[in-house]
């Protein structure tokens, strides 16, 4: 099992949120990063919204960066660990400047950038930016066909009903073979569809976990999976974010010091065919110094004992 970490101060949701975070700093954030790439862990995570609505913000908050431009702040700041978001909302940025701005990413950072891409629930973000809310399935389609013809091919051409190209050059491609990893997140059947399409792996986010083991054998099944690797990347504390952001306080969410109960939760995870998890915060981290602790005693005590 693979470890990851949640980016500090990257998202103000309030079933994740917690107040140390609150006076951090750019520094602080990066060097912190630098900490768990010291430390071993296998990639950061962060999410991304551009805007968000009033009557959203006491629960969503309106505090998220750029996902790329964050994350390649953090890869400067690193060497190892891996770059990823959770999730960029793929239909509300033209796909060319989307497949540039990974590209670039994963370039300058030796081939450490993964795209995990969501199709959006927040209509009135969409509204905003001018986007078509009920086509952002099929937009999200042709936009991820794209952007691998444009990572993949010396002479990429695309013809769509939203994306056009030919005769035209793109570079630099991505440092990794076949192009950034793609991961795709959310629970519909279309959003397994897609993985099994297009996808290195899949993010459930309302799925129970007890129907894991089902859904990746539907991805599996699909006509479209030619038999590549697929990752499954699930963190215990969603499921104290309900759909819309709301608070659901399972009690199998919060963070815990009882190592037997977190390598119990994560062998759960590895049986339901979990490749990637987060160990979450216990509540009530006091400061960036007991975060730190946390990062180290993970790193000392659960790592050794999961990694594959």
Not at 153 to 176: A, R, T
């Amino acid at each position: 099992m693979k470890l990851n970490v949640g980016v500090p101060k990257s998202m103000k949701v309030a079933a994740m949120v917690q107040p140390w975070e609150d006076p951090l700093l750019g520094d602080d954030v990066g060097n912190l990063m630098g900490q768990a790439d010291s430390l071993g862990f296998n990639k950061c995570m962060l999410g991304e919204h551009f805007i968000i609505p009033q009557e959203h913000v006491a629960l969503s908050g309106d505090w998220y960066f750029h996902t790329v431009v964050a994350l390649g702040f953090i890869g400067g700041r690193t060497k190892n660990l891996r770059l990823s978001s959770s999730v960029s909302i793929l239909p509300l940025q033209n796909p060319i400047v989307q497949a540039k701005a990974w590209s670039t990413l994963d370039w300058l950072s030796g081939g450490r950038a993964e795209a995990l891409f969501g199709v959006g629930w927040l209509k009135e973000e969409f509204d905003i930016l001018g986007v078509p809310f009920n086509k952002r399935g099929r937009m999200a389609d042709e936009y991820l066909a794209a952007m691998i013809e444009l990572w993949t091919k010396e002479d990429p051409e695309f013809e769509g009903e939203y994306v056009n190209f030919k005769n035209v050059g793109f570079g630099p491609k991505p440092l990794q073979k076949g192009g950034v990893p793609i991961w795709l997140g959310g629970d519909a059947e279309a959003v397994m569809k897609r993985v099994a399409k297009f996808g290195n792996g899949w993010s459930p986010f309302r799925t129970p976990p007890e129907t894991f083991p089902d859904c990746i054998d539907f991805i599996k099944s699909q006509p479209e999976y030619d038999g590549r690797h697929l990752d499954f990347f699930f963190a215990l504390e969603m499921l104290n974010v309900g759909a819309h952001h709301e608070i659901l306080d399972d009690p199998r969410a919060p963070g815990t010091q009882d190592r037997q109960k977190i390598l119990d939760q994560i062998g759960w995870l590895k049986e339901l065919g979990i490749t990637e998890t987060i160990v979450p915060l216990p509540p009530g981290v006091a400061d960036s110094e007991a975060y730190l602790d946390r990062l180290r005693w993970v790193a000392a005590e659960i790592m050794p004992a999961v990694r594959d």
